[in-house]
């Protein structure tokens, strides 16, 4: 796979990037090691993980949030997504060959991110990232003072380049705008989600990152799975150890009527050109130009063949339009 540039960087990153949020959450340190070493064996040199990627980090979300105290993962690790893939590149030797990226998901304020920083190295057994995230929006920190902390670890080398993720177009401009005003280090990299059933970025926020040059490093292509067609309207038949089954509140995000609606005619145009439902879901999401890299999930390595074969794909631009339009929707 041919490397693509984030943002104004020399960062080179595959067109598909790993996803490590189910390593001691959905799946043991073993599978992880396997799917890691297939990912690289494949061309896919650049994985995604956060603090908040962990078996404990889910079982204390569903604790706190939705008051249920159960065991759904493989392990209550907090951070074990981080100390997996700390442990995989310090047993392969391999640190120079991936690129890392990783988040601050507790908080931006400078305090926080100082110590999210000092906790995700230490995790991970290096000594910086290649880029560092915001993964979510904070409200309660302006965006200035997150930045001037952000900028503090670029110049001391903790990380080559900084992103965000799940920021609205405004805010976006807004991070930018506060970059250029002091003198910041800027957002290389913007991390959204983007599939079929949620495809509202291409409205404003891939024009934005295309006038600026940031690159899109889109995630959840298959919805967390919603597009594999395996779920009905009925939330408690959730299949033991889905995604939705360990993170229920995704069916909050892409339960809907008009995501079923798409889901039908997802399975019926997979049976008329006779490819499977995953890999034309996610042909759509790979084929738009404005992405630089879409990650992908996976607890079996055919899982990574079926992104692979999904980005040599292709879609005409005549079936993509196509299938924009279903769901009752006409981007």
């Excluded at 009527?257 to 005619?265: C, G, L, S, Y």
């Amino acid at each position: 796979m041919e490397l693509r540039s984030v943002g104004r960087t020399d960062i080179q990153i595959s067109p598909i990037g790993l996803g490590c949020v189910t390593f001691g959450r959905e799946i043991d340190e073993e599978s992880s090691y396997r799917i890691m070493d297939y990912a690289v064996e494949s061309g896919i040199n650049w994985f995604d993980t956060a603090e908040a990627y962990g078996g404990g980090n889910a079982r204390t979300y569903r604790r706190n949030v939705l008051g249920v105290d159960d065991v759904r993962e493989v392990t209550g690790d907090v951070g074990s997504s981080e100390l997996i893939i700390g442990r995989w590149m310090k047993d392969r030797g391999c640190r120079d060959d991936v690129v890392i990226c990783s988040k601050v998901s507790s908080g931006s304020s400078p305090e926080n991110i100082e110590s999210a920083m000092n906790a995700s190295l230490d995790r991970l057994g290096i000594d910086s990232v290649d880029i560092y995230e915001i993964h979510s929006p904070d409200a309660n920190v302006p965006i200035d003072e997150s930045l001037d902390a952000l900028a503090a670890h670029v110049k001391a080398g903790r990380t080559r380049a900084l992103g965000c993720s799940n920021f609205t177009e405004p805010l976006l401009r807004e991070a930018l705008q506060s970059s250029e005003r002091h003198g910041y280090p800027r957002f290389e990299v913007l991390q959204p989600p983007y599939s079929l059933a949620a495809p509202e970025a291409e409205n404003d926020l891939f024009p934005l990152c295309r006038e600026q040059q940031i690159s899109t490093t889109t995630y959840s292509p298959l919805a967390a799975g919603f597009l594999t067609g395996k779920y009905t309207p009925d939330r408690g038949e959730f299949p033991e150890g889905s995604r939705f089954h360990i993170i229920p509140g995704h069916a909050d995000i892409y339960f809907n009527e008009d995501n079923f609606n798409m889901v039908r005619a997802l399975r019926k145009k997979a049976d008329e050109i006779g490819e499977p439902m995953v890999r034309l879901a996610m042909a759509w999401a790979m084929s738009n130009p404005d992405v630089t890299s879409v990650l992908v999930g996976a607890r079996k390595t055919e899982q990574i063949d079926n992104a692979i074969e999904a980005h040599n794909l292709g879609l005409s631009p005549e079936l993509r339009a196509e299938m924009s339009a279903w769901g009752g929707r006409s981007n």
